[in-house]
C-alpha cells in the first residue's frame, strides 16, 4: 500500500499592509495584501496575486496566479477566478506562458459563487451571485447571468 504526501497549507511569502484581518485555516502564498484586508477562511491566494487595501474577500474563494483586486473590493463566498482558457483544448498545466491576468477595478462588488475568468472588471461594477464573467466589463452597472451581462445601471 503506497503511502501519500502530505502538504500543509498556510501562509508563506506574503507581504502584508496594515491591519490585515485573517481567519484560518488559509493557504496565502507570494502574494500582497493592502492595508485593512479582511480574509475569511477556507480562501487561497496564489503568488503573483495583489489585493488592494480595504478590500473583502470571503470564505472559500480562490483566488489564481495573475489576478488583481482594486482598494476597497468584496469578494463573496466561493467565488472562483479562473487563469487558464484551455485554449489548446485541454489544462495549460505549468505552461504559464497560457495563463491569462484578471484586472478588478475599485469598489467592485463580486457575489457568492461567481466565476471570473480572465478579464478586465470597471471600477464600481456589481457582479451578481452565480454569475460567470466570460468578457470585459467597461462600465459601472450590475451585471448578471451566464454569460454575465448587464442588467442594470447603478
Known amino acids: 500500500m503506497a503511502n501519500p504526501k502530505f502538504y500543509e497549507s498556510g501562509i508563506k511569502?506574503?507581504?502584508?499592509?496594515?491591519?490585515v484581518k485573517i481567519v484560518k485555516p488559509v493557504n496565502?502564498?507570494?502574494?500582497?495584501?493592502?492595508?485593512g484586508v479582511f480574509i475569511g477562511p477556507f480562501v487561497e491566494i496564489q503568488k503573483n496575486v495583489t489585493v488592494g487595501a480595504r478590500s473583502k474577500i470571503q470564505s472559500h474563494t480562490f483566488i489564481c496566479e495573475l489576478v488583481t483586486i482594486g482598494n476597497d473590493c468584496f469578494v463573496g463566498h466561493g467565488v472562483m477566478f479562473i487563469n487558464d482558457l484551455f485554449a489548446a483544448g485541454g489544462p495549460a498545466g505549468g505552461d504559464q506562458a497560457k495563463w491569462q491576468k484578471t484586472i478588478i477595478g475599485q469598489g467592485v462588488s463580486i457575489g457568492s459563487n461567481a466565476t471570473i475568468l480572465p478579464v478586465?472588471?470597471?471600477?464600481?461594477?456589481?457582479?451578481?451571485?452565480g454569475a460567470v464573467v466570460t468578457k470585459d466589463i467597461e462600465e459601472a452597472g450590475v451585471y448578471a447571468g451566464n454569460p454575465a451581462k448587464k442588467i442594470r445601471e447603478l
Open 13 to 19: 511569502d506574503v507581504e502584508f499592509g496594515v491591519d
Open 120 to 129: 478586465s472588471i470597471a471600477d464600481n461594477a456589481v457582479i451578481g451571485a
Open 28 to 35: 496565502l502564498y507570494g502574494c500582497k495584501i493592502g492595508d
